[in-house]
């Protein structure tokens, strides 16, 4: 091989070298771009879990749009009874006396509760008799308008997201054991990352440590940080320590998960009211979100009553209206409590949470 070959085979190999090396740092910065930077580690607990560098990129859920046609769809293909009981009317014939009585009792037997029934038998046999409709078809578009106006879409249904005097946002989700707490708080993260919030998650659930592991997962699904104690920890201190490591992180928003409790436990209840008391030392705790399983019906509303005594209340969030609910407790449990339902749960997809949409979920209900 001639000398000046050699030379350009070296310069070759070099300027290959250099290509490579700042693609891989091009690639490296890039992966870290879209991460929050880690907060200080204190020596003592509870300690802070970054999330590892994610192999593939972070989890982003779709655009709010097609997500709410989805869940749209979700719900008028469940086996909902309120969908079930207005499809029913919408097949007969006529609507008759006996027709009247059964969609009543569908009604009742929905969770709509025995006020609101009456009230919309009221208004839509008023309704009806005026423009002289006696074919269910053609009574659809009133009934459609009568369920909107039960569920009452003039309550203000977001989420208070803004932190005070710099601060960040704090939410507290709470509600008995297995509503979906932990779920909502791993989806809404989700949904806050999407939105280009800075998120910070609390593990106050300290009765079992498999509870700070699910929720740190979900951590790491969305990027965002988890503050965990050790099992048994005092969850309030926990949640103190989320808080004061998201306003020195400067976070937008600071989720704390708690345990689930039965609300017919005093001591547990009180512990929940702890909680709250000692978060506020340090910022306003703007969102309590109590979490309803909407298949326990008439339970939820005597959960949703002590919670409320206990801890003030700003939002419900009600999980798992797909499957066999009875869509007839958001009427019910906005009325018991004065309180919004803001968000639902309608599978156990990361994407399966939506904003509650008066309108959107009457359209589920009704199919279409
Ligand atoms: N079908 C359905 N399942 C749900 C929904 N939300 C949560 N789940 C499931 O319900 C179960 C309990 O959810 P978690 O989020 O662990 O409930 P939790 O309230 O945190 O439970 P504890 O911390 O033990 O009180 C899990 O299997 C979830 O996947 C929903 O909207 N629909
Ligand atoms: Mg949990």
Redesign the pocket.
Known sequence: MQYDQLIWIILAAVVACIVAASVIITVSNRRGVDRQPPVEQLPSEPSVEVPAEPEVGLEVPEAAGSRLTWLRRRLSGSNNALARGLADLLSRDRLDEETWDDFEATLISSDLGVAPTTELITNLRRELAIDGITEPARAADVLRRELVKLVDPSMDRSLNLTGTDGKPAVVMVV??????????VGKLARVLVAEHKSVLLGAA?TFRAA?AE?LSTWGERVGVETVRGVEGADPASVAFQSVERGIAAQVDVVLI?T??RLHTKTGLMDELGKVKRVTEKLAPVGEVLL?LDATTGQNGLVQARIFAEVVKVTGIVL?????SAKGGIVVQVQRELGVPVKLI????GVD??APFDPEQFVNGLMGN
Do not use: I, R
């Open positions: 509600g008995v054991n297995g509503t979906g707490k932990t779920t909502t659930d509870a699910q998960d345990a689930g979490v999980t798992k209206l797909d499957g749960g309608l599978g156990e399966d949470l």
